[in-house]
């Protein structure tokens, strides 16, 4: 197999369960998280540095500037944006990196990284989403509803993914999601010096 770090997308509604299956990828099976900037207030139990890199706008706006961005973008009321030094860096060190991020954000890296892998998860209905983020209860009402517009608006935009998980069962969606990748890695684009390699070493 070519020794290359590959890029992960990963997008859903606010709610879905993203951040649970990220979580569980990253903890099984050694995935690399891209933690991103945000200029949203942490939530409670959040850790700067681990969560989000907790920025105000006018140091996320200098950030912007100076090109460390890959990506950014506006998601209601704040701004988040995935840090360009550590992706690169990863990516050149051979891991395979996660970024979950929002649709116009994984629009924007698959223009720069035609390769990365995008993949949107999602609930298996709207009522569901909902009692999800209810449920979480890290949001207000207002919030709430503010989050289900906006799904109702990324809804529109599924068919930008390569990937569609359903978040039913947790178990299932992690399992779905890391067979994606690994399947995706075993086509033949991505192993051409291993082809090159074992022709030779059979020539011998
Ligand atoms: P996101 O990162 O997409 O906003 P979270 O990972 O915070 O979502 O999950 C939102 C809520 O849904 C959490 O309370 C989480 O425990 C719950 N959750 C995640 N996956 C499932 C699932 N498969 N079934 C039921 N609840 C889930
Ligand atoms: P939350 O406030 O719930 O943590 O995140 C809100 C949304 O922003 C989620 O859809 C999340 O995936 C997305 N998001 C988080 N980090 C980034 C980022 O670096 N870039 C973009 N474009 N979206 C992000």
């Known amino acids: 197999m070519d020794k290359k770090g590959f890029l992960i997308v990963i997008s859903g509604f606010s709610g879905v369960g993203k951040g649970t299956v990220v979580k569980q990828l990253v903890e099984k099976y050694g995935y690399s998280l891209s933690v991103s900037a ?7 139990g959040e850790v700067d540095g681990k969560d989000y890199y907790f920025k105000t706008v006018e140091d996320f706006r200098n950030l912007i500037d100076y090109n460390g961005f890959i990506e950014w973008a ?3 009321d704040n701004y988040y944006g995935t840090p360009r030094k550590f992706v690169e860096e990863e990516m050149k060190a051979g891991k395979d990196v996660i970024l979950e991020i929002e649709v116009q954000g994984a629009m924007h890296v698959k223009e720069q990284y035609p390769d990365a892998a995008l993949i949107f998860i999602t609930a298996p209905s709207a009522e569901a989403l909902k009692e999800r983020l209810k449920g979480r209860g890290t949001e207000d009402e207002a919030t709430i509803n503010k989050r289900m517009k906006r799904a109702t608006e990324e809804a529109e935009d599924i068919g930008v993914y390569d990937y569609i998980v359903v978040n039913d069962d947790l ?3 992690v399992e779905t999601v890391h067979g994606i990748i690994e399947g995706r890695k075993c086509l033949k684009q991505y192993n051409e ?6 022709k030779q070493d059979f020539k011998n």
């Open 193 to 198: 010096s291993f082809i090159e390699t074992i």
């Open 74 to 76: 506006q998601y209601v």
């Open 171 to 173: 178990d299932t969606c």
């Open 38 to 44: 945000t200029t949203r207030a942490p939530r409670e």
